[in-house]
């Protein structure tokens, strides 16, 4: 079975355009996260969906950043009036469970996202 | 802010050596988890250990976690070219679904 896919893998945008992150988690995930992972360091969550529900968007730097997951499934992490310090690889991981940490995540390849 | 600490921050090793390389975290955990991420592709589960353990092995992986010290080792026995990636540790500061991420240690295996 598939992993989970993301798209673009790389991205590139002037500053002030507006770019849209794709997601297709593992097919009956219900927990999806997106994590921001800027050069040389760890990722840092962003956000998290249980099904269509987002329960936890603390993550969001600020309110350009916006992710949706209308139908509990494919998500797509929006961000409006890109910045140079956007430029980073946008993680997005998918669980099988609901709450429940000890829960692996797993991983797709990323999008590297550069602001010029 | 992240939760976690490796050290070292790179680490250089022949083929056959181990690698070890540390993580401290600064809250209260209920597991740990250290990940594998390979130039270009995303991060991989390698192994958890839950707080009440001490010790856990996956094949040439052994994790130890001391929770008194806040501070778990990854051992990379008999380490191949393959192994050549960045390592991260990662907690779940408390959090029931939310990971915390270390900045990781970046290890090269020479042939």
């Known amino acids: 079975g598939a992993g989970v896919s993301q798209s673009p893998r790389y991205k590139v945008a002037k500053r002030g355009q507006d770019v849209a992150l794709r997601c297709d988690p593992i097919?009956?995930?219900?927990?999806l996260f997106w994590y921001q992972q800027a050069l040389g360091q760890g990722p840092e969550f962003l956000t998290y969906f249980q099904n269509e529900a987002q329960l936890d968007k603390s993550g969001l730097p600020s309110d350009r950043f916006f992710a949706e997951r209308p139908e509990g499934s494919v998500s797509t992490l929006k961000i409006q009036r890109t910045q140079q310090e956007d430029s980073a690889v946008y993680l997005c991981?998918?669980?099988?469970?609901?709450?429940?940490?000890?829960?692996?995540?797993?991983f797709g390849p990323g999008t590297r996202l550069t602001v010029l | 802010s992240q939760q976690g600490e490796e050290d070292p921050q790179a680490l250089s090793i022949q083929e056959g050596e181990n690698a070890t390389m540390n993580c401290s975290y600064k809250?209260?955990?209920?597991?740990l988890q250290w990940y594998r991420q390979n130039s270009g592709r995303g991060l991989v589960h390698l192994i958890l250990?839950?707080?009440?353990?001490r010790e856990k092995h996956s094949g040439r992986l052994r994790v130890t976690l001391d929770t008194s010290k806040k501070s778990s080792s990854l051992l990379i026995t008999a380490s191949r070219a393959a192994d050549t990636a960045s390592y991260f540790c990662a907690t779940d500061a408390g959090s029931d679904y939310k990971l915390s991420f270390g900045a990781g240690t970046t290890v090269t295996v020479r042939a």
């Open positions: 250990i839950r707080s009440n353990e």
């Open positions: 809250t209260s955990i209920n597991n």
């Open positions: 991981a998918s669980s099988s469970l609901g709450h429940r940490v000890d829960n692996e995540q797993f």
């Open positions: 097919s009956g995930h219900v927990s």
